[in-house]
């Protein structure tokens, strides 16, 4: 469900943030990404990239060098080259900004432009073209290998093949609505994001084939058409039939395609696919429907012949969830890196290809069991989640990443030596300079870094870091861009769960002009599902544009992420399992009462707002505490885990005819008749995530048991709303609080 | 559009209703068909019918002669049977209520008894069962022939027979989906209500083919499934690929079906379809994709065969709209009456088809031309329009009917002598006693009526009328079935339309315990189409039940029938032709003036509500005088008619193609920028009248416009909402005005 995360991406980061008067006010269009003036209130960004070891920023006009010490001759000997000089060696106009350019090779000069029609191969020292590969018309799903140059691709549903040479080779032909290839499957979770996956050398490709015959096309009406038509959307509901996926190996020297030998029912997803470095295997993530028996298996990438055991499985109660690929070290192709929770945190682990172990199932600390058959290290101990791991330092032969390794708030930059042996906690060390939230990227051998962070001190700090000495040069201190206007207080704190133990993070923000002998209207936000927080220590703690407006209409906003949440461990994430909705509320009810014990919020005027799972949360909230909540606003909501997805449902939700009550029990069809309150309900009208058979089915039941909830939709959009729809949508959130929270007394149902 | 008059369909007749205190309020569930307490309220009514010559009071438990004087005598003699009786004969409980009964023989004691399984005749003087039919299961469109006691039905889309004798036969195999046959065709317009067609003896049988398989199915989606999924719905609309109708012929005894030869493109409406007395004939009025040229034609039933001439033809620059069958004389088989506006009225003509006519095209007072080629008589002259023809006199060779003759909101009984010359208009005989709204039904030979009638004075008058003699004895004079509750003041009168000239009737309801000194919030209810009335001389000016609600909540409401609505002639209607709206605007503007002059109207706080052709009135006045009305719902709209149907749209506002300019100017879309006050648009979300598209269209200019209307949807209804969804409906359209528009200075949208 990485697509309902909320609807604003904010790519900002920090400043403090403080109360203050007689200053600008903004608008929505100030606040929201969506917003016509959102760009000109951002704090300063810096795009960069790396050319091998050499740290590049890239510019609309130009890329320079931004190594410290040639900045401080104030020469311009650090520009590799200009827009300008790019498109005069070409010949055309073929790039308009430098500021997605890449440089595919470690020690050559040159650049890669990607235009809709061609991708080019510029030697911006010898001011040359170096190569041109024409991409052909229609081509969706584009990879370009830069060591072959070959290119794969689709055309509607099937796969293609464009060697260096410019020849083109179609490799599948059924392609259709209901069989698809070289496209990503299983909706996208389990971390995959593409069909397509060329081996290093660029010789073979392998690909996905989604066959999705057996699943019913929802109905998205498309009303732009003449007369209003479907449009074909195959959506597999939890508990019906779903997709088979197959993984086929084309190579390119022998044109010939074999397919991954896995025949049903052995495996429903196959996951996370990589490439062994020297492209003779290739290893798939396996896991059963019922998500809770994973294997990571190796294949001959020219038999398609299946390894006879795996290299490691995992067994849960409740789930696994192979969200991330094996990563060979880059000095030794026997050695791997994966990712699992198995000790309930997700860390890094070692995989020695070389080392066969006689495998047994062994309890493991995330409530599960393990089996692994080669030798498998844990290279991360430690009560905290890797969110990013960034790559190798080759010289060290370090791992680094980012994790809440400090602070559950924080995301810090660390490196681990990768040895075969469990490494001490102590011996992460911390690369990052700064506390908040940081995200880096590597040089090719990882002895640079490029980190980026913010804080609710720091508006946003980029810096070049040496990852060996640990020294920082500063590229760019952002100025709070905000200055000029009135800025609500936003604090971070945590309270304790609902179970009485778990810490629980917030965000609060209180009105602009703040008087704390008022009583203010205030507003929880909620999302409360896996995959996603809503709060962390970057700026503003991570606030959302809509809670500054909010602030400066009056209200008191409030953001809690409730267990089930990212970031805090499997244990934390699965106390919803079967039973989604019931622990999220409960916690969130634990926020309620902190809020009830502020003197300045108005108890009697308090309302919710949230999309997707937070619609779910949303309207649960209404209807399950109707005489707390006044007021509502829920978008996109799943209304019974039943219309939501296989993949995502089911990992949290078992199937329905396996957990009954489960189903039943957290269904708000049956809710409906407790609304009390002013509740409106916003759906994307072609909304392909959460379909609106979730959103109508509930107006249904609330008609039916004599209930009236507003409703809006948005049609043409999808699960969320972006550019003008997206600030529209926000107003009519903010008026339905103005219409019905703001007034001393609200207004409810009756 | 006739299913698109507005929701509750009230039975009910007149009283007086003054402005009270002190009494019983009324809830929505009194005053809302759909209402739990509806019928509790509801003026006495009498179920009645013919049995010959004999009037039948039917009820639950009974059926028994009214003739006054039995019922004088005190005895029982006048009960035919008890429901109770029925089902001794018969032996098993077949009927549970007298109140729907039918006696199919002027001359025999038998009544008609039907079923879900079966049809049964029951002699109730001899006791005995005379007939028995099975119905076969799935049977749809049910058609008996008294005389050959021959059923008629489809199942599916295929048409059956079933003779008396039991014997089944199939007469179509290919119906589908696609290929329809024996259902009504051309959407219901034209008067169209079945596809079925006995002749007079029930040995032919005439029945519909539609063919729609060029018409695409507007989606809509039923959410009740377990995964949502698209039912078929051919929807054609304005413009586009429409339904081919053909008319068949079966002979019971011979079995054979013969076609009637029409080829296309000759005619693309073939309507009102009816039989010669000798079953050797079939008459259809013939008319244009163009609506402006209709043509009677007679048809050789046993050969197919289309007479060589019409029998009439009518041209008219704007529409022509035949909703009328011929109807033959019972002692005169050559000549048969007809209906048409041809001198702009609707009257009643006499056709001689004896008397052959030299044909010439002649210019009508309608504004079109006729081309008779038979002798045709007007036999009702006068400015008003026949709303029902009842049928004939037979001993005094009158035609009987209700029209508006004495005043434009009064519907009274007139009888007028069938000749062949044109009568003068003092012919007409008054037949029916009391001023008011009548409805009638005639005994078998016409010589006796049962007349129903209500005023602003009279709740329900029930009589049974002499025809010669017009000798009236009252079967049931209802008491005030209000008297305990505080009644609103409803008051009609006229004012002139937009051109001047022409007088338009409203109705004026003012908020319960009125205060002459206050101002109130004041709502403007309109529909404003064509087929449609709103305001008549009946029971509290043919109020609808929601008004009430509203008065007594404390707002003034108004309702006008624009030029455009019905029974006050071609001219009239057609005043809108090729621009819908724009006079019906500019009609309804006159209105408020006149409101304005009212100083008890507050002209600050204007709502107007609608539904159909008044939700595209209701969102049209909201968008084109933004500063007039604050607040208005609209329900189930037209927003362009480019998305309405072909039979109805084109009839008003051509093709798209023919009438650009007309269709742009009356759509919304580009109107959705001057949108100012709260607008709630309403819809059926499997509306099949208005499709969705319409509404979802405006939705989505506002939103591009940066418009806030309000919305909501009712899954799994069509156009309209029924029993406890039509009072979830009306709370939520008063919720609407009661939260905008009630306090003093309504909420606008910003």
Known sequence: MKRICFLAAFLLTATTMMAQTTKKSFTLNDLLSGGSTFWNLQPQYMFTTWWGEVPVELTVDEAKVVREKEE?????????????RLNEIVGETVVRTCTYLQFPYVDEPVVKVQTPKEIILIDFEKATVVWRGQIAEGATELVWNARSRAMAYCIGSNVFVQTADGERRQLTTDGSDAIVYGHSVSRDEFGI???????????????YKKDQSRIPSYPQVDITQRIAATTVDKYPMAGCETEDVSVAVYDVRTKQTVWLQNPKPMTDYMTNISWAPDAQKIYVFELNRDQNFMQLYGYDAVTGQKDTEPLVEEKHPKYVEPMHTMTFLPWDATKAVMQTRRDNWNHLYLIDLTKKMYPEWRNEDGGGTSCDHVKVTLLTPGDFEIRDFLGFNQ?????LFIGNVTHPLHHTVHAVRVKGERVKSEKLRLISVGEGVHSATLSANGSQMIDTYSSPSVTRQVSLIDVKTGKASSLLTADDPWKDYDVPEITGGSIKAADGETDLYYRLIKPVGFDATKKYPTVVYVYGGPHAHNVQASRGYYFRGWEIYMAQLGYVVF??????????GLKFEQATFRHLGDEEMRDQMCGVEFLKTLPYVDADRMGVHGWSFGGFMTTNLMCTYPDVFKVGVAGGPVVDWKYYEVMYGERYMDRPDENPEGYASSSLLPKAKNLKGRLQIIFGYNDPTCVPQHTLSFIRACIDAGRQPDLFTYPGDGHNMFGTDQVHLHERITRYFEDYLKSEKPMTEK
Do not use: C, H, I
Request: proline letters at 2%; zero cysteines.
């Open 559 to 568: 953001v809690l992420d409730n267990r089930g949440s990212q970031y805090r």
């Open 395 to 399: 010289k060290e032969k370090t791992a």
């Open 193 to 207: 994001m593409g069909g397509l996956f060329w081996s290093p050398d660029g010789q073979r490709l392998a690909f």
């Open 72 to 84: 401080v001759k104030g020469e311009k000997l650090n520009v590799l080259f200009t827009t300008e």
